[in-house]
Protein backbone atom coordinates (compact mmCIF):
# COMPACT_ATOMS: atom_id res chain seq x y z
CA UNK A 1 0.00 0.00 0.00
CA UNK A 2 1.22 3.37 -1.07
CA UNK A 3 0.73 6.52 1.28
CA UNK A 4 -0.33 9.57 -0.56
CA UNK A 5 0.25 12.95 1.27
CA UNK A 6 -2.52 15.55 0.48
CA UNK A 7 -1.96 19.20 1.45
CA UNK A 8 -4.58 20.81 -0.74
CA UNK A 9 -7.96 21.53 1.35
CA UNK A 10 -10.42 20.85 -1.40
CA UNK A 11 -9.25 17.69 -2.84
CA UNK A 12 -12.15 15.14 -3.00
CA UNK A 13 -14.44 17.86 -1.95
CA UNK A 14 -16.51 17.38 -4.96
CA UNK A 15 -19.03 15.39 -6.45
CA UNK A 16 -16.46 12.51 -6.50
CA UNK A 17 -15.09 10.75 -3.83
CA UNK A 18 -11.13 10.16 -4.54
CA UNK A 19 -10.39 9.26 -1.25
CA UNK A 20 -12.41 5.62 -2.18
CA UNK A 21 -10.63 6.14 -5.62
CA UNK A 22 -7.67 6.05 -4.20
CA UNK A 23 -8.21 3.05 -1.60
CA UNK A 24 -9.61 1.13 -4.52
CA UNK A 25 -5.78 1.36 -6.09
CA UNK A 26 -4.09 0.28 -3.05
CA UNK A 27 -3.22 3.32 -1.33
CA UNK A 28 -4.05 5.34 1.40
CA UNK A 29 -4.87 9.16 1.32
CA UNK A 30 -2.81 10.92 4.70
CA UNK A 31 -4.02 14.88 5.11
CA UNK A 32 -1.50 17.56 5.87
CA UNK A 33 -1.70 21.30 6.10
CA UNK A 34 -2.30 23.37 3.26
CA UNK A 35 0.17 26.11 4.06
CA UNK A 36 3.26 23.57 3.79
CA UNK A 37 5.14 24.22 7.04
CA UNK A 38 8.05 21.98 7.11
CA UNK A 39 7.95 21.60 11.28
CA UNK A 40 4.42 20.37 11.07
CA UNK A 41 4.94 18.34 7.18
CA UNK A 42 7.88 16.62 8.23
CA UNK A 43 6.59 13.74 9.84
CA UNK A 44 4.11 13.53 7.05
CA UNK A 45 6.69 13.46 4.33
CA UNK A 46 8.81 11.13 5.88
CA UNK A 47 6.55 8.08 5.03
CA UNK A 48 5.06 9.58 1.81
CA UNK A 49 5.14 7.72 -1.25
CA UNK A 50 3.64 10.33 -3.27
CA UNK A 51 2.38 14.15 -2.36
CA UNK A 52 -0.70 16.00 -4.07
CA UNK A 53 0.40 19.74 -2.85
CA UNK A 54 -1.20 22.56 -2.68
CA UNK A 55 -0.37 26.14 -3.46
CA UNK A 56 1.86 26.04 -0.55
CA UNK A 57 5.72 25.63 -1.39
CA UNK A 58 7.29 22.32 -2.34
CA UNK A 59 11.44 23.07 -1.30
CA UNK A 60 14.61 21.18 -1.27
CA UNK A 61 14.51 20.84 1.94
CA UNK A 62 10.19 19.63 1.69
CA UNK A 63 12.06 16.82 -0.50
CA UNK A 64 15.07 15.99 1.49
CA UNK A 65 12.59 15.50 4.14
CA UNK A 66 10.81 12.91 1.87
CA UNK A 67 13.02 9.88 1.40
CA UNK A 68 10.00 7.42 -0.18
CA UNK A 69 9.06 10.57 -2.43
CA UNK A 70 8.32 9.28 -5.65
CA UNK A 71 6.15 11.78 -7.22
CA UNK A 72 4.44 15.37 -6.57
CA UNK A 73 1.32 16.07 -7.98
CA UNK A 74 0.57 19.91 -7.82
CA UNK A 75 -2.80 20.52 -7.31
CA UNK A 76 -3.84 22.72 -10.13
CA UNK A 77 -1.61 24.53 -12.70
CA UNK A 78 1.43 26.79 -11.42
CA UNK A 79 3.98 25.32 -10.07
CA UNK A 80 6.35 28.19 -9.34
CA UNK A 81 6.17 27.29 -5.67
CA UNK A 82 7.87 23.72 -6.73
CA UNK A 83 11.79 24.00 -6.96
CA UNK A 84 11.78 21.93 -10.20
CA UNK A 85 15.60 21.37 -10.40
CA UNK A 86 15.65 19.92 -6.84
CA UNK A 87 12.88 17.29 -7.70
CA UNK A 88 14.56 16.29 -11.20
CA UNK A 89 18.19 16.35 -9.09
CA UNK A 90 16.24 13.39 -7.08
CA UNK A 91 14.35 11.92 -9.72
CA UNK A 92 10.86 13.03 -8.45
CA UNK A 93 8.61 13.78 -11.25
CA UNK A 94 6.25 16.66 -10.74
CA UNK A 95 2.76 16.85 -12.50
CA UNK A 96 0.39 19.32 -12.85
CA UNK A 97 -3.52 19.43 -13.95
CA UNK A 98 -3.23 21.79 -16.94
CA UNK A 99 -7.02 23.01 -18.22
CA UNK A 100 -8.87 21.37 -15.04
CA UNK A 101 -10.12 24.40 -13.68
CA UNK A 102 -9.82 26.97 -17.04
CA UNK A 103 -13.28 27.12 -17.45
CA UNK A 104 -13.98 28.03 -13.36
CA UNK A 105 -11.53 30.70 -13.84
CA UNK A 106 -12.74 31.88 -17.64
CA UNK A 107 -16.56 32.02 -16.09
CA UNK A 108 -15.12 33.78 -12.93
CA UNK A 109 -13.06 36.18 -14.74
CA UNK A 110 -16.32 37.54 -16.85
CA UNK A 111 -18.04 37.63 -13.75
CA UNK A 112 -15.80 40.15 -12.55
CA UNK A 113 -15.36 42.42 -15.53
CA UNK A 114 -19.48 42.34 -15.63
CA UNK A 115 -19.47 43.51 -11.57
CA UNK A 116 -17.11 45.95 -12.44
CA UNK A 117 -18.95 47.96 -15.24
CA UNK A 118 -21.45 47.76 -13.52
CA UNK A 119 -21.26 48.75 -9.85
CA UNK A 120 -22.59 45.44 -8.44
CA UNK A 121 -21.08 45.00 -4.86
CA UNK A 122 -20.96 48.63 -4.70
CA UNK A 123 -24.44 48.73 -5.77
CA UNK A 124 -25.13 46.07 -3.13
CA UNK A 125 -23.63 47.72 -0.43
CA UNK A 126 -25.31 50.97 -0.80
CA UNK A 127 -28.72 49.67 -0.91
CA UNK A 128 -28.03 48.13 2.46
CA UNK A 129 -27.22 51.38 3.50
CA UNK A 130 -30.43 52.76 2.16
CA UNK A 131 -28.45 54.45 -0.53
CA UNK A 132 -30.73 53.59 -4.02
CA UNK A 133 -29.03 56.42 -6.23
CA UNK A 134 -28.05 54.89 -9.33
CA UNK A 135 -24.07 55.04 -10.60
CA UNK A 136 -24.35 54.62 -14.65
CA UNK A 137 -21.74 51.70 -16.02
CA UNK A 138 -21.07 50.50 -18.88
CA UNK A 139 -21.59 47.43 -21.60
CA UNK A 140 -19.11 44.76 -21.79
CA UNK A 141 -20.40 44.66 -25.49
CA UNK A 142 -19.21 47.84 -26.19
CA UNK A 143 -15.58 47.39 -24.54
CA UNK A 144 -12.53 46.45 -25.79
CA UNK A 145 -11.24 43.85 -23.76
CA UNK A 146 -7.63 43.08 -23.69
CA UNK A 147 -6.48 39.60 -22.71
CA UNK A 148 -3.10 39.36 -21.51
CA UNK A 149 -1.85 35.12 -21.92
CA UNK A 150 -3.95 33.38 -24.35
CA UNK A 151 -3.78 29.60 -23.03
CA UNK A 152 -6.19 27.54 -21.87
CA UNK A 153 -7.95 30.29 -19.68
CA UNK A 154 -7.65 33.03 -21.61
CA UNK A 155 -9.08 31.43 -24.66
CA UNK A 156 -11.99 30.22 -22.66
CA UNK A 157 -12.71 33.98 -21.56
CA UNK A 158 -12.28 34.71 -25.48
CA UNK A 159 -15.52 31.82 -26.47
CA UNK A 160 -17.58 33.88 -23.66
CA UNK A 161 -16.69 37.22 -24.88
CA UNK A 162 -17.63 36.18 -28.43
CA UNK A 163 -21.59 35.80 -26.58
CA UNK A 164 -21.33 39.64 -25.65
CA UNK A 165 -20.07 41.08 -29.17
CA UNK A 166 -17.06 42.48 -27.16
CA UNK A 167 -13.83 43.36 -29.09
CA UNK A 168 -11.22 40.94 -28.06
CA UNK A 169 -7.32 41.98 -28.17
CA UNK A 170 -4.90 38.78 -27.37
CA UNK A 171 -1.13 39.37 -26.43
CA UNK A 172 0.43 36.10 -26.03
CA UNK A 173 4.17 35.72 -27.10
CA UNK A 174 3.94 31.98 -27.18
CA UNK A 175 0.52 31.11 -28.72
CA UNK A 176 0.76 31.44 -32.54
CA UNK A 177 -1.20 34.49 -34.39
CA UNK A 178 -2.93 32.44 -36.46
CA UNK A 179 -4.23 30.43 -33.79
CA UNK A 180 -5.01 33.46 -31.77
CA UNK A 181 -7.44 34.90 -34.65
CA UNK A 182 -8.87 31.07 -35.15
CA UNK A 183 -9.93 31.57 -31.69
CA UNK A 184 -11.58 35.00 -32.22
CA UNK A 185 -9.28 37.52 -31.07
CA UNK A 186 -6.53 40.25 -32.95
CA UNK A 187 -3.42 39.51 -31.80
CA UNK A 188 -1.12 42.18 -31.20
CA UNK A 189 1.31 43.10 -28.78
CA UNK A 190 1.21 43.57 -25.42
CA UNK A 191 2.39 47.38 -24.94
CA UNK A 192 -0.64 48.34 -28.11
CA UNK A 193 -3.02 46.04 -26.13
CA UNK A 194 -2.69 47.85 -22.82
CA UNK A 195 -3.02 51.26 -24.47
CA UNK A 196 -6.16 49.70 -26.88
CA UNK A 197 -8.43 48.24 -23.93
CA UNK A 198 -11.22 49.16 -21.57
CA UNK A 199 -11.04 46.57 -20.02
CA UNK A 200 -7.81 43.95 -19.43
CA UNK A 201 -7.80 40.44 -17.79
CA UNK A 202 -4.61 39.34 -16.86
CA UNK A 203 -3.87 34.74 -17.18
CA UNK A 204 -0.16 35.17 -17.31
CA UNK A 205 2.18 33.02 -14.74
CA UNK A 206 3.66 34.70 -12.02
CA UNK A 207 6.78 35.89 -11.11
CA UNK A 208 6.85 39.06 -13.57
CA UNK A 209 5.10 42.33 -13.14
CA UNK A 210 3.30 43.14 -16.30
CA UNK A 211 1.39 46.60 -14.61
CA UNK A 212 3.69 49.04 -13.10
CA UNK A 213 3.12 52.98 -13.24
CA UNK A 214 4.61 53.18 -16.43
CA UNK A 215 2.16 50.78 -17.94
CA UNK A 216 -0.75 51.97 -15.91
CA UNK A 217 0.51 55.78 -17.54
CA UNK A 218 0.37 54.57 -21.13
CA UNK A 219 -3.37 52.81 -20.44
CA UNK A 220 -7.06 54.54 -21.52
CA UNK A 221 -8.38 56.82 -18.78
CA UNK A 222 -11.26 54.42 -17.38
CA UNK A 223 -9.48 51.63 -17.86
CA UNK A 224 -11.28 48.19 -15.88
CA UNK A 225 -8.28 45.95 -14.54
CA UNK A 226 -9.32 41.97 -14.24
CA UNK A 227 -6.51 40.32 -12.00
CA UNK A 228 -7.63 36.19 -11.46
CA UNK A 229 -4.07 35.03 -11.94
CA UNK A 230 -1.16 35.80 -9.87
CA UNK A 231 -0.55 39.14 -7.42
CA UNK A 232 2.75 39.46 -7.85
CA UNK A 233 1.76 40.33 -11.71
CA UNK A 234 0.58 44.50 -10.40
CA UNK A 235 2.66 46.99 -8.39
CA UNK A 236 -0.12 47.32 -6.03
CA UNK A 237 0.52 50.83 -4.89
CA UNK A 238 0.57 52.04 -8.33
CA UNK A 239 -2.51 50.59 -8.98
CA UNK A 240 -4.10 52.23 -6.16
CA UNK A 241 -2.92 55.66 -7.38
CA UNK A 242 -4.23 55.14 -10.46
CA UNK A 243 -7.59 54.05 -9.09
CA UNK A 244 -7.38 57.29 -7.19
CA UNK A 245 -6.69 59.59 -10.07
CA UNK A 246 -8.94 58.17 -12.24
CA UNK A 247 -6.50 56.29 -14.63
CA UNK A 248 -8.57 53.29 -13.13
CA UNK A 249 -12.16 52.98 -13.44
CA UNK A 250 -11.82 49.76 -11.16
CA UNK A 251 -9.53 46.39 -10.27
CA UNK A 252 -11.38 43.23 -10.12
CA UNK A 253 -9.57 40.14 -8.70
CA UNK A 254 -9.20 37.30 -7.30
CA UNK A 255 -5.52 37.82 -5.27
CA UNK A 256 -3.74 39.97 -3.71
CA UNK A 257 0.01 40.24 -3.84
CA UNK A 258 0.97 37.73 -0.66
CA UNK A 259 -2.54 35.77 -0.71
CA UNK A 260 -3.78 35.31 2.58
CA UNK A 261 -1.36 37.58 4.28
CA UNK A 262 -2.21 40.53 2.23
CA UNK A 263 -4.68 41.96 4.83
CA UNK A 264 -2.37 45.43 4.53
CA UNK A 265 -2.87 45.66 0.57
CA UNK A 266 -2.87 49.41 -0.42
CA UNK A 267 -6.14 47.99 -2.55
CA UNK A 268 -8.11 47.83 0.60
CA UNK A 269 -7.99 51.06 1.71
CA UNK A 270 -11.05 52.43 2.82
CA UNK A 271 -11.47 55.09 0.27
CA UNK A 272 -10.80 52.69 -2.41
CA UNK A 273 -13.87 50.12 -1.80
CA UNK A 274 -16.05 51.76 -4.35
CA UNK A 275 -13.63 50.80 -7.02
CA UNK A 276 -11.91 47.40 -6.23
CA UNK A 277 -13.46 44.27 -5.55
CA UNK A 278 -11.93 41.16 -3.96
CA UNK A 279 -12.41 37.34 -4.12
CA UNK A 280 -10.52 35.15 -2.03
CA UNK A 281 -9.19 32.95 -4.60
CA UNK A 282 -12.30 31.18 -5.36
CA UNK A 283 -11.99 31.57 -9.26
CA UNK A 284 -10.93 27.73 -9.37
CA UNK A 285 -13.66 26.86 -6.51
CA UNK A 286 -16.50 25.21 -8.17
CA UNK A 287 -17.71 21.48 -8.07
CA UNK A 288 -16.62 20.76 -11.30
CA UNK A 289 -12.70 22.55 -11.59
CA UNK A 290 -12.53 20.28 -7.66
CA UNK A 291 -13.22 17.23 -9.73
CA UNK A 292 -11.07 17.47 -12.58
CA UNK A 293 -7.98 18.98 -10.38
CA UNK A 294 -8.53 15.98 -7.70
CA UNK A 295 -8.98 13.25 -10.60
CA UNK A 296 -5.98 14.54 -13.00
CA UNK A 297 -3.82 14.62 -9.94
CA UNK A 298 -4.73 11.35 -8.19
CA UNK A 299 -4.71 9.44 -11.49
CA UNK A 300 -1.09 10.55 -12.49
CA UNK A 301 -0.07 9.53 -8.52
CA UNK A 302 -1.66 5.94 -9.15
CA UNK A 303 0.56 5.91 -12.51
CA UNK A 304 3.71 6.20 -11.25
CA UNK A 305 3.46 4.45 -7.34
CA UNK A 306 2.33 1.29 -10.31
CA UNK A 307 5.64 1.93 -12.18
CA UNK A 308 3.94 4.05 -15.42
CA UNK A 309 4.47 7.47 -16.80
CA UNK A 310 2.24 10.36 -15.73
CA UNK A 311 -0.24 11.74 -18.33
CA UNK A 312 0.59 15.67 -17.43
CA UNK A 313 4.71 15.92 -16.28
CA UNK A 314 6.24 19.32 -16.22
CA UNK A 315 8.97 19.54 -17.61
CA UNK A 316 12.36 21.43 -16.22
CA UNK A 317 13.12 24.77 -17.78
CA UNK A 318 16.28 24.88 -19.48
CA UNK A 319 17.77 27.14 -17.29
CA UNK A 320 17.29 24.89 -14.42
CA UNK A 321 18.90 21.96 -15.96
Known sequence: MGVILVTSRSFSDGDLDLVERAARAGHRILRGPAHHDLDELRSLLHGADAWIAGTGPVTEAHLAAAPKLKVVARYGVGTEAVDLAAARERGIPVTNTPGANADAVADHAVGLMLAALRFV??????????????????????????????????????????????????ADPFFPVELVRAQGAEPVPLDELFRAADVITLHAPGGQRLVDAERLADMRRGTVLVNTARGDLVDEQAVAEALRDGTLAGYAADT??????????????????????????????????????????????????????PAHPVPVPQEMR
Open 121 to 170: PDGDRRVRAGDWGVRRGRELGAATVGIVGFGRIGQGVARRLSGFGSRVLA
Open 256 to 309: LDGDTAAHDSPLLAADLVDRVIVTPHLGAQTTQAVDNMGSLSLDDVIAVLRGAE
